[in-house]
């Protein structure tokens, strides 16, 4: 049974950082593509990043260029997403998901696990 949890979301305020982190067990992962997407209410859901646990390829969207910063941890099966320079339309739920591949994808149907989503609402 493959398990995605999600943690560290907040509230922060505009230009502040926050580390969310995503434990994932069940099977190895290795042959598996690490994502992280998010959805605000009434929009669809969107992609953040991407991280190929095999090879360390990683995406990213346009809007988080610059700011965000995907990575993983084999020894302990975590993947983690560095986010700085909050701004408010960075406000989600944010989900991790796992995809049967070796290859990156940003689209979300393609991924096969999902975890529950931690919110992250950026606000002054």
């Known amino acids: 049974q493959v398990q995605l949890v999600e943690s560290g979301g907040g509230l922060v305020q505009p230009g502040a950082s926050l580390r969310l982190s995503c434990a994932a067990s069940g099977r190895t992962f290795s042959s598996y593509v690490m994502g992280w997407f998010r959805q605000a209410p009434g929009k669809e859901r969107e992609f953040v990043a991407a991280i190929s646990w095999s090879g360390g390829n990683t995406d990213y969207a346009d809007s988080v260029k610059g700011r965000f910063t995907i990575s993983a941890d084999n020894g302990k099966n975590m993947v983690y997403l560095q986010m700085n320079s909050l701004k408010p339309e960075d406000t989600a739920v944010y989900y991790c998901?796992?995809?049967?591949?070796?290859?990156?994808?940003?689209?979300?149907?393609?991924?096969?696990?999902w975890g529950q989503g931690t919110q992250v609402t950026v606000s002054s």
């Open positions: 998901a796992a995809d049967y591949s070796v290859v990156t994808t940003t689209t979300w149907y393609e991924y096969d696990y």
